[in-house]
């Protein structure tokens, strides 16, 4: 299995993760022509790929959707509420490249399986996904408001776990954004600050999880040094030092981690 984040902040995010034969795409929040040159610096064109999986209908995951499956015939997979929260986004898709699963109920792509679950934002739909594939499992989850307990239990022994490492809370606090705004971030249904995206590693730690990759960094309120300092400060203090952790990029392709 490989994952290789190709592009992932607040101002858009996608993953490709190579596995079973096929290539899957994990949202497509950047222009087209972004996401099809990240790709190809990989190696991969975009006709290649054996569909494109969305995690919920906020533009900074579903911005070139529509136009990568018009473009290329892929198929897309989300769950209805997704599919009718992000129309006037993505625009017309092929009705034979719509792919509906229901969160929370695993569906197979070739003899990938995977499993979408519910995740705490403010989104129609949202979901993470978890990939098993031979006994090896990939967790995916970002825009999380908080870590609630299923959510670790769909996480637990991930040889690989992406997840959110969104903002420092006093950056965001001290930060240019609106009231509103602020407060929509740090609700349970906002997203994960460097803080409990630590202590949520510390639990996982527990349940088998040794290697993660922190994403969806805020532009204006973290940095890849401040995210990996906060989190690895709380890993320490509590005794963990052999947890592998990488933080990914936000406008480039961060790497391949192959598992």
Do not use: W
């Amino acid at each position: 299995m490989k994952f290789i984040p190709l592009l992932s902040g607040s101002s858009g995010n996608s993953s490709l993760i190579v596995v079973g034969g096929k290539k899957l795409l994990v949202d497509a929040g950047h222009t087209g022509k972004c996401i099809t040159d990240a790709l190809r610096m990989v190696g991969t064109d975009p006709a290649e790929l054996s569909g494109i999986l969305v995690t919920h209908d906020h533009i900074d995951h579903t911005k070139g959707v529509g136009i990568l499956s018009r473009r290329y015939n892929l198929p897309v997979y989300a769950n209805a509420g997704t599919f009718e929260a992000m129309q006037p986004i993505v625009k017309e898709i092929a009705f034979s490249n719509v792919r509906l699963f229901r969160s929370g109920q695993d569906f197979y792509i070739g003899d990938i399986n995977i499993t979408p679950f519910r995740t705490p934002h403010d989104a129609a739909e949202p979901v993470g996904f978890a990939f098993t594939y031979r006994g090896c499992k990939l967790t995916y989850m970002t825009d999380i408001g908080c870590m609630r307990e299923e959510l670790y239990e769909y996480a637990a022994n991930s040889r690989l776990l992406f997840i959110e490492a969104n903002h420092d809370i006093p950056m965001l606090k001290n930060g240019p954004y609106p009231y509103p705004l602020k407060k929509r971030i740090l609700s349970d249904k906002g997203h994960l600050s460097n803080e409990n995206c630590g202590r949520a590693l510390i639990r996982l730690y527990e349940l088998g999880v040794r290697s993660a990759i922190l994403g969806h960094l805020s532009k204006e309120n973290n940095t890849e040094a401040l995210a990996y300092s906060t989190v690895r400060g709380l890993l320490e203090a509590s005794g963990i030092a052999d947890m592998q952790l990488t933080v990914a990029k936000r406008d480039a392709v961060t790497g391949v981690f192959e598992f």
